[in-house]
């Protein structure tokens, strides 16, 4: 079939290596020994060095510590409120890495659809029902909402939690449909052939 | 991760392939020798015979028909349609066919995502945008928006095809949300695998 | 007063009954001489006629079928939705239909505008409830719809037929719309002198 | 078909006219003489007689006053605005009353469920469309808006009729929905054997 | 900071006062003599005498009226409506009268921002969810958020009112986003400095 | 008027001062002797310190840094796309440093409302256009949006910081709606008095 060119990383282009802050470029030389190649949002946001301190900084206080939601619970979080702000870098990326860490071919596709017919847990399934309604109508959340989590055993941390991860994606979702971030071909295929036991 | 128990096929469950009319099962296991498997709204709609018929006659008679738009063109409206409905089986099942007929391994999760973002030519985009207009608000579709299909060589006869298309998938989209129609797991992995050139 | 030249019936053109396959001419002079009109759908459709077949028996199958809804009930889901999705053609046919087969001059112009507040019996808000859910949100039914509707009496079957109702009626509108389809002049004052009792 | 019992009039029922002040019983009286029925929306606000004085003394002041926009023109604003906002009460009486107006048994149900596909010139759609969006989303309008009008003839007095009807209407739909107001049964058949030259 | 130059009050202008009818003029000069300053809205709407008179007692029907809601609810009422409906002038000048009525100098930006997070008493927050739901979906209504209100100690009477002005203002909001009128300076400061107890 | 109790800062707490890690203590007090009190959202987030310090370094980038849009620019776009969003505390807070920092009492009040038709420049009024577009729909930015800025004078570089604010703020308002951050009583007065030249 006849398709576009391939289009660029970014609307904005995107910085070279060696002409990066030595922080940045450790960081993003890090994530490609890890996972192979350099997701495309590093490059994107690297010609904005503050901002790209901030961003991940504020990503990693969120994704990467220790304790609370599980790490596939948090990458459910990314991709189902990604899917409803429609961003194509946020839902493949995460896509895949929610197929990794939950060790499910199936689940990340299925949540950035439709999370409401998705193969979840009833907790899973109140854990995204807040992530969306922050997403979606933050200003009608209540004392109800935070109800409805605790009945499944989530505490009032993990609230922030679900909320808070919400809205740094409000965020980068809208990031990167501004700059039509593409997200790299790598991350389609990533965990897909993980079977279920 | 603990995940959901497999859940049914559909809420309203399968017939037994020896219990249905002949032309039906016929129909099913000619699928089931070319595909390898049976796509589940096969199962799910054979309970209800005439409906089946019907269903897959109008089917055929949109995306099986010689001439007009492409197979693979097809495909790019029943995802991006089935996208904006919601509907796990459309996406995921076609999806998986967009793949293998586009020989394209990315451009169906672009689209069910974002059309506005894919990697798509302008032909492509404007066949989506108004594939899109037919499907979130038909009332609205008036001759500016065939003009804007025509100045990129579609023929009235092709007009007729997207927006049927998208009306064909407005109907099955709501068919399988209502019956909460599980896709195959064999659809999420399907063409991925083929490269670009 | 002023007004449009009168519009063509479909701005696609219809064929002539002459020039159609036998099966379709003869299935548009069945409905003739019981209607003493031609509803334009039929005309308008005829030109693809793989399509009409598949389009009629699917209508058939949902609308004609022995059993189950009524035929009136049946009439109020069309004109529920197509109200709820701005289509000129289904809600002006099929509340001339709904008026005579319900013996209810009035139940359809309430239906089309607001059923909420329609001269509703609580098990018909019901079912039109969950057709105007179908319609608008099929992404979103859920086991708690279908109790709902068990508690007015509808069987699991009656459950699929008010959603495929909704569903194919989902697809005529977007068709209708897409070609213009013009209702006949005759709909609009059918069944209206009939008097409650 | 077995259906509702008849309903009220209104949630809030309706005075005796022995009971209102003289004025407004004279008005009552005048408009049943005139219609040969008292049209509900009296009875239902006659029980607020000052709220019943500066509702028909607005109503006349936009609908009967001499010059501007014919009276036609006036009902399908009310027809059409009234239909987006799902009011039963003013799309069936002012639907009545422009099939009777405009002399033409269609246009009102047209309006009704589409204006954008009714059979308008394109005059009255460049008004309908104003009119719509005063009700929808007046926020928006701007000077492009007036701009639109004036190219079909329309006054800058024109358009203020035509946002003040749309408004005062805002206003009854929300009344009439909030108290249930029923139409009379008189109004679904006024008009309707009209033909048109 | 450059800013547009100072736009007119109205995009009808306004009339001299020596030039209208002398009940008018009356209102004016009362209102000025009480506020220190004539309120845009009476200079917009005095070039049609006879809309201005309707409008303004039937104003006044509802807002100044004896017994039933208090005056600070009523205002509450149109500056939440107001909000939802974007409309400046209703805003600001309202804003500015339910800081003076309540004799809080906060209630009235909260409110017209998010109701729902505003510092609200329970029934103040029933009162208003009832309000919006007149202002934004009254097709909707129903015998429950009726009984909402009652538990809140609300009369039938007081729903009524409560509808009213939701609904009068619905119109006033879209009258005044269609001329683009301008609040006066004056209300931005008015009651800002009462303190609460 | 009876009004609710005063609510507390946020639904979760705030940390004593001398519990903080220093810097955070440090920042806080600095903010205080800048403004005389400490606005809450630095208390409110100061309980999970990691993600204070990266929401703050993100937030200076964006508005603290040299060059670029200026800083009242940059107000105009968190208090428009703010309350988009119905959050109070950045409407309110922003809205006080917006009237300081544009040396214009009423700017904030009409942008919180309606941007559309506020005291505005043409090129204020296409930035905050596409601010809300970031805000309510990125995934349809395209670049029509781009050059409709450039037509007014922005760079490139100015579309980022935009955008960039846009995002960060759809963040910041789902954290303060999700935890009921109230803004300070400080806040609603501050730059009022200010006259415009």
Redesign the interface.
Known sequence: ????A??PIS??GVPRLEDLPADIRDRIVAVQEKAGFIPNVFLALAR?P??F???F??H???ME?EGGL?R?EREMIVVATS?A????YC??AHGAILRI???????A??I???H??????PR?RAMLDFAMK??EQ??????AD?AALKAHGFS?ED??DI??I???F??????T????LRPN?EF??MG??VR?A
Not at 1 to 4: C, D, G, L, N, R
Not at 85 to 88: A, F, G, I, L
Not at 101 to 107: E, S
Request: charged share 25%.
């Open positions: 079939m006849t398709t576009a391939m289009p609307r904005y904005r503050d901002e301190r901030a961003f900084a504020y990693d206080a969120l510590k599980t596939p899917g702000n429609h961003c194509h839902v493949i860490r939950a060790k499910h071919p199936l689940l596709d299925q950035a659809i439709n409401r017919k998705a193969d979840l847990t899973h922050v997403c933050s200003h009608r959340t209540d004392e935070i009032d609230v922030w909320g808070a919400a809205a740094f409000a965020m980068s979702n809208r990031l449909n501004m700059m039509n071909d389609y295929l897909r052939e279920r």
